[in-house]
């Protein structure tokens, strides 16, 4: 219900709906006339026939303005798609992109370092069936050959891993038939707060999509909207955080392909914050 109100009582939502209002009623209008000049003796109530055309074209405005769960844009030279969708990340047929912070913290016992609610904590969850041992192998195995940048104290951080990598770093794991994608966007405080900046998701995002392409043989890839809970980068809200994640693989496959198609996804308790007319006006724009 709150995306409905917020599409129509949006600007942008009262201007779609006008545009497919005087579509819908120039089109009509042209029909009746052509019907009068074939047949110039049908009957047409003048004033029965206006609101019906009026009815008519206001139903149709309304079908095509209401949010959709899903938008895309097809973009050629070379030949790539995103998609912008509410969904569950985990059961994408894609590879997929998961943010950890610089220290690569897996716990989730307690909450108290890691939320099972994020992504990190659902990828432990249902890639590595709760087994953090197994998650921890994988991802010490593929951070071999990462410099590590700084190392923290048993005093200076109690809890959780203390060997920190540079922001940006991205390391690629597989349990199962697809690549997760690793990056480590934000700083692990030792108070266990994670935070991150814009440019920190720049960097990173970046970063991946370099990686992506190095790794990924053009394979659909998925993405969640990185930063809007663990990173708490407060000064974006998800659809800027979406437009930052879309421009900067658009901008990258332009130089060179990264995968052929990009699904960003926004997780359904999200979707009230996300207007998907305005994702598809920005999408156009690209």
Excluded at 111 to 123: K, T
């Amino acid at each position: 219900m709150n995306r409905v109100r917020t599409t129509f009582l949006s600007r942008r939502g009262w201007r779609t709906l006008s545009a497919h209002f005087s579509f819908a009623f120039a089109t009509l209008a042209g029909v009746v006339q052509l019907v009068l000049a074939v047949h110039p003796i049908a009957q047409l109530q003048g004033v029965r026939t206006i609101i019906g055309l009026i009815a008519m074209s206001c139903s149709w405005a309304i079908m095509r303005s209401l949010p959709r769960d899903s938008i895309s844009r097809e973009f050629k030279h070379p030949d790539f798609s995103v998609t912008v969708k509410v969904g569950d990340l985990f059961t994408e047929e894609a590879d997929r992109i998961v943010g950890f912070t610089d220290t690569f913290d897996t716990s989730t016992d307690g909450g108290e370092v890691i939320s099972p609610r994020s992504v990190q904590g659902q990828m432990l969850e249902r890639v590595f069936y709760g087994d953090t041992s197994s998650l921890d192998a994988a991802l010490g195995e593929s951070l071999r050959n990462s410099p590590i940048l700084s190392s923290e104290t048993e005093a200076s951080k109690p809890m959780g891993k203390r060997d920190r990598y540079s922001i940006g770093t991205v390391t690629v794991i597989t349990n199962g038939p697809f690549k997760h994608y690793c990056v480590a966007y934000s700083r692990m405080s030792n108070d266990l707060i994670a935070q991150s900046s814009v440019d920190n998701l720049w960097q990173s995002l970046g970063n991946t999509w370099s990686t992506v392409a190095s790794r990924g043989h053009l394979d659909p890839v998925a993405i969640p909207i990185l930063g809007s809970d663990l990173a708490r980068i407060g000064s974006l809200g998800r659809e800027s955080l979406i437009k930052m994640i879309v421009l900067s693989f658009v901008a990258r496959s332009r130089v060179a392909l990264v995968s052929r198609r990009l699904s960003v996804v926004i997780h359904p308790s999200d979707t009230d914050q996300v207007n998907m007319q305005e994702m598809q006006a920005f999408l156009n724009s690209l």
